[in-house]
Structures are given as structure tokens and as C-alpha cells.
């Protein structure tokens, strides 16, 4: 398995997941709310792992311009289907991944990460990729699935025999704690983590990090 593999898996998946519907749309409107807080109308804005577009169509227009990006083809082909049935001026969707992007000119006020980093195979590289997208005292905002603090039967043989068969992507597994000591090393400041979810805890940590 590999990166291109996982593209695949998301191209053949992406008509099914955007037709899916928010677990718990209470907890994404807060996480909307909350990234909104954080945006200024002057930022520069990097989306990774934007999937269909939904979020970022959703943030676009409170800031000052929104680069949404994800490594499936056809993820972003919906998107722009969607963008063109409801254009906002300042955003644009492109096949990328951080680790593209991090060799271009380009740096950004803050970079969002929504669902992504348990998606990515090298978890330090692209954080450090993500740290060097950034320009001084950028953000970079993450709500992630943290697979270690889920049920024992999800790690150890859902996930996996769903792998085998080719119904799950790659997801990489590690607590709230590991990931956060992660993002430490990459050379961020976390400023906060928050739980978002309407019942319980989900085990999907929202982190606002800032570059040190």
C-alpha cells in the first residue's frame, strides 16, 4: 500500500462520501464556529485533505483568500462541481498534498486540517511540511480522529480487516497525547484543545496550534 493506493481509495470512494451526511452535525457547526473565530478577513488560508469541499465553502468567504486542496482527483472534481454551483470569489481547489505545496513560494496565515492527519502515512514529515507552509505565527488548526483512544475492536480488527478487503483507507493509529507531542516537535506552540463533540467525547481532538 501506498500514497497512490490511498488516492485510489478516496477517488473510487468519493461519490458514496459526498453524498454522506455529518455524524453529528452539532459538533461540526461548533468547529465551524470556533475556525471562524480564529480566521482574520486578511488571512491567507490553506485547506489539506478538504475531501468534496464542504468546510472549505463554508469558511472561504471570511477570509482573504482559501486554497483547498486534497490528493484524490475525483474529491476535487466534486468540489468544483460544487464551487460552480455556489462560486465564492476567493476560493480555489487544487490537487495537492502538503508536502507539494511545501516546495512552492507560497505561505499561508493559517493551515486547516480537518479529518487528515490519522489519513497521512508519514505523520512527523508532514507536520514539519505543514510547519514550513506557514508564515511566522501562522496557525495551524486540526480536528483528528485520534485511533488510539477508540475502542480496542475498532484498532485491532475492524479497521484492519476492512483494510484487507479494500473498504478502509490507510489510518494511522496514536492517542491525543502522541499526536499532540507531534505537533510539538514539529515546531508548534498549542495554544488549545478543545472536545467538539454534542454527546460525549469522540476521541476527535480540535487543536489550535500556533509556529514557533
Known amino acids: ?88 470569489a476567493n476560493l480555489v481547489f487544487k490537487v495537492a498534498t502538503a508536502e507539494m505545496l511545501a516546495s512552492e513560494a507560497t505561505r499561508f496565515d493559517a493551515v486547516l486540517g480537518f479529518n487528515y492527519l490519522h489519513l ?35 484498532r485491532f480488527a475492524l479497521l484492519p480487516g476492512m483494510r484487507m478487503i479494500g473498504k478502509a483507507p490507510y489510518a494511522g493509529v496514536f492517542r491525543a497525547e502522541e499526536l499532540s507531542r507531534h505537533i510539538s516537535a514539529a515546531g508548534f506552540d498549542i495554544l488549545a484543545t478543545e472536545s467538539h463533540a454534542s454527546t460525549g467525547n469522540e476521541a476527535r481532538p480540535f487543536i489550535v496550534a500556533r509556529k514557533a
Not at 21 to 35: I, N, P, S
Not at 76 to 86: F, G, R, S
Request: hydrophobic fraction near 45%; charged fraction near 25%.
Open 1 to 88: 500500500m501506498s500514497m497512490t493506493s490511498d488516492a485510489r481509495f478516496w477517488d473510487r470512494a468519493s461519490r458514496k462520501y459526498a453524498m454522506g451526511a455529518v455524524a453529528d452535525q452539532a459538533g461540526y457547526e461548533r468547529t465551524l464556529d470556533r475556525t471562524r473565530a480564529l480566521l482574520g478577513r486578511g488571512d491567507r488560508v490553506l485547506e489539506l485533505g478538504c475531501g468534496t469541499g464542504t468546510s472549505a465553502l463554508l469558511l472561504a468567504d471570511h477570509v482573504k483568500t482559501y486554497l483547498a486542496t486534497d490528493f484524490s482527483v475525483r474529491m476535487i472534481a466534486i468540489a468544483d462541481e460544487k464551487h460552480a454551483a455556489a462560486p465564492v
Open 120 to 154: 497521512v502515512r508519514d505523520l512527523p514529515g508532514t507536520l514539519r511540511s505543514i510547519h514550513a507552509l506557514l508564515a511566522a505565527d501562522g496557525l495551524f488548526i486540526s480536528k483528528t480522529p485520534c485511533v488510539g483512544d477508540m475502542n480496542p475492536f475498532i
